[in-house]
């Protein structure tokens, strides 16, 4: 299958999503489909075209918030080479910009066009509005939602009941939607894929001492992922335990707050910044810690809590259904309501070795079961429902060729040519 992605969002860009598609790709290469990126420029309003990665770059225009950057400018030469990709279904992977672009991309190819939905728009309205005109501006982000989700696309992927819970019954959505978790290269982050020599060199790079107990966070610094319940908690335990240290890497908006926060606690020493981590070495960190932790509320499904999994770390998470799906408790982790319960289980795993232990290998067995390969597969079925089915005598006329071709593909590869 040819597979064109339109996503605001990709590497080198960092974060969940730009994680997520980076992921998707490689898996559904693996698989033998051919994958085509649709993006923008992280750099300036130039376009940029890679044959080798079949990359299209479009002209970004930084937006304020973060290095994000949005594009409405979709150059003739962009159309152009996305016509002689043949495509046969395009996969978007956000609501405005490069997501507009691939609306119009599949209405004028006549093709499909499938659409995760990533982010809950409604909880980063305050960047936009600045604490003004809130409960309109939810007005409107959830008219656009819907025109967008709804009137433009085939089929809508979610990663989580949660945002399939805000479509169904706030939405009030009708049409299908596909509940498919975000899958993670799980063997990245195995224990036994990692060289303990780096990573010794990074624990004596971050300070963090043999017989320290450590806590990491990894995600963005701003208000809506609630670091500062961290903080606040990690003073209390360093408080009971001086060798407890809490890792926090990302970058954002809030960093310096949470830095002062910190150094007003009097626990500078006990809580790391690293700042942000790139993809490709990020695994390695999860190496160290003894527990994953987070408080954000406003999740849609949490890939961080997935790649600590990976890594046999037990996770302490914030009671929300994001994280309900994933973090089973007194299994594989800790669910916690508020500021008591969350340093009660960071405690019993500190003092507990056969706690932990058990925690770690279930979190263990929870992540492997989120491989890249099957979240492939999943979104290959969604594919397969927006082009009416897989081959049979009931497909399409317009979509017999595609299946035809893919078994041509597959005769030439069992033939050796």
């Known amino acids: 299958m040819r597979i064109g992605i ?15 598609i980076a992921m998707l790709e490689n898996a559904l ?6 994958v085509f990126i649709v993006t923008v420029n992280p750099e300036d309003l130039h376009y940029n075209f890679s044959d080798d990665e079949r990359i299209i770059r479009l002209p970004g225009i930084p937006i304020g918030i973060y290095d994000y950057r949005l594009t409405g400018i979709y150059p003739i030469k962009a159309v ?11 996969h978007s992977h956000t609501e405005f910009g490069v997501g507009t672009f691939a609306r119009i991309m599949a209405k004028q190819l006549d093709i499909p066009i499938v659409h995760t939905y990533h982010t809950m728009y409604e909880d980063y309205i305050h960047y936009i509005t600045k604490g003004y005109f809130d409960a309109p501006s939810k007005k409107i982000v959830e008219y656009l939602t819907n025109f967008y989700c709804d009137k433009t696309v085939n ?20 049409r299908n939607i596909h509940i ?19 990573v010794n060199e990074i624990r004596k790079e971050l300070g963090v001492k043999k017989d320290d107990f450590v806590l990491l966070f990894v995600g963005r610094l701003a208000a809506e992922k609630n670091v500062t319940f961290l903080i606040d908690c990690q003073a209390n335990l360093v408080r009971e ?17 949470f830095k002062k926060q910190a150094r007003k606690l009097g626990i500078a020493n006990n809580v790391i910044f690293t700042g942000k981590i790139p993809w490709d070495q990020i695994h390695k960190y999860y190496q160290i810690p003894n527990v994953f932790v987070t408080a954000s509320h406003t999740e ?43 340093r009660k289980y960071i405690k019993k795993i500190m003092t507990d070795r056969k706690v932990y232990e058990r925690l770690s290998r279930q979190a263990r067995i929870q992540g492997e ?17 927006a082009l009416g089915g897989r081959p049979n005598n009931d497909t399409p006329k317009e979509n017999k060729s595609f299946f035809s071709r893919m078994k041509n593909v597959a005769k030439r590869g069992l033939n050796g040519k």
């Open 6 to 20: 339109f996503t605001d969002t990709y590497p080198p860009f960092i974060n969940g999503v730009s994680t997520s």
């Open 29 to 34: 290469i693996k698989l033998g489909h051919e």
């Open 80 to 90: 152009s080479k996305i016509k002689s990709w043949n495509l046969d279904i395009i």
């Open 155 to 174: 089929e809508l992927i979610v990663p989580t009941k949660k945002t399939y819970n805000l479509f169904k019954e706030k939405y009030e959505y009708e």
């Open 180 to 198: 498919v978790p975000t899958g993670i290269e799980v063997e990245r982050f195995y224990k036994e894929n990692n060289e303990q020599e780096e």
């Open 241 to 257: 335990n001086p060798n407890c240290k809490l890792i926090i890497i990302g970058d954002g908006p809030d960093i310096e707050f």
């Open 300 to 342: 849609t499904q949490g890939l961080t809590v997935l790649e600590a999994m990976a890594a046999s770390i037990p996770v302490v998470a914030y009671d929300d259904d994001a994280f309900r799906d994933v973090v089973v408790h007194d299994l594989n982790g800790y669910l916690f309501k508020d500021k008591k319960d969350y």
């Open 369 to 385: 079961s989120h491989s890249s390969k099957y979240y492939a597969e999943k979104i290959l079925d969604v594919y397969y429902t």
